[in-house]
């Protein structure tokens, strides 16, 4: 299966965002395929059948969503069907953390941090379709996005921050106000999601209890607590089993070094990052990826 890269694309050096259009049909059709960073998903025109994992769904005008690294998905468009849709490409990583921790986010990203990483029933239960002012807003900023990437003006960097930033917002808005209201979830399971989708988007960073607490405005204490109750475990045990979910995809799916590997899923220590592999997955990581090629 094909797995693209965004070095594939003509995004600026260093600077880990792309947005294109694209429109396909039955002569056109992306296969099944997976990549290693975000993409979001704006169809601005027609429709056809959107192939995720081992399910498939119908999409058209003003759907959005998002698919995360290491998913698989594609089209399937009949006779005489055609899509036309906005492709943002960028690292999971994209949204600095200073901006969260400045303009204190971390209750308004759902759409990025926690939407994403739902079961797959309840993710596209409440996939989100946008309609009117919503729909001419959210093609704006992808227009406006479109235009800064072609033109890399000086300080286009930091505007397409911002405007991703602004975007994740108010899908975030919108999604919290158009999913089923039966969908209540206590306050305390809510932080517990979006922390989990902050630890998805940057295991390979420093992740720290203090750091954490900050973002999310509770006390190391109380959020170990809730952590426990909702997960079963703690945060910093859920920091590594994350990593260790990353690490062996990345150990069957390239060739990369140990040490690398390491690296890429947030350990500094190549040393210490093998031992806790072998804890959690009971052998060595060059064992695990002779075993599982």
């Known amino acids: 299966m094909l797995i693209k890269s965004l070095n594939q694309y003509k995004h600026p050096r260093n600077f880990p965002f792309w947005i294109q259009r694209n429109r396909h049909d039955e002569r056109d059709m992306p296969l099944l395929h997976g990549h290693e ?3 979001l998903i704006y169809v601005a025109k027609g429709q056809a059948t959107h192939l995720f994992q081992d399910i498939s769904y119908e999409i058209g005008e003003g759907d959005v969503f998002i698919i995360n690294p290491g ?22 990583g994209f949204i600095p953390i200073y901006l969260l921790r400045e303009l204190r986010l971390s209750d308004s990203l759902d759409f990025f941090y926690v939407q994403p990483f739902l079961n797959r029933d309840a993710r596209f239960y409440h996939k989100l379709n946008l309609r009117g002012v919503t729909a001419d807003k959210t093609k704006g900023i992808l227009e406006e996005l479109h235009h800064e990437m072609v033109g890399q003006s000086p300080g286009f960097q930091a505007l397409v921050q911002l405007r991703m930033t602004e975007l994740f917002i ?19 399971e809510l932080l517990v999601r979006r922390v989990c989708g902050y630890v998805e988007r940057h295991y390979n960073q420093k992740i720290t209890l203090p750091l954490l607490s900050e973002l999310f405005y509770i006390g190391v204490r109380q959020l ?7 997960i079963g475990s703690s945060v910093i045990e859920y920091v590594h089993r994350i990593r260790m979910e990353k690490a062996k995809r990345l150990l069957v799916e390239t060739d990369e070094k140990i040490n690398v590997v390491a690296e890429l899923v947030g350990y500094e220590d190549a040393a210490s990052f093998s031992r806790s592999f072998t804890r959690e997955v009971g052998r060595s990581p060059g064992k695990y990826r002779e075993l599982n090629r």
């Open 37 to 39: 960073f975000v993409e």
């Open 71 to 92: 998913e698989k998905h594609g089209y399937v468009i009949g006779e005489g069907q055609s899509i036309q849709v906005i492709n943002c490409l960028f690292e999971p």
């Open 224 to 230: 170990n607590r809730h952590f426990n109750r909702h």
């Open 170 to 188: 108010l899908l975030s808005r919108y999604y919290n106000e158009r999913k089923n209201k039966a969908d209540k979830r206590s306050p305390s």
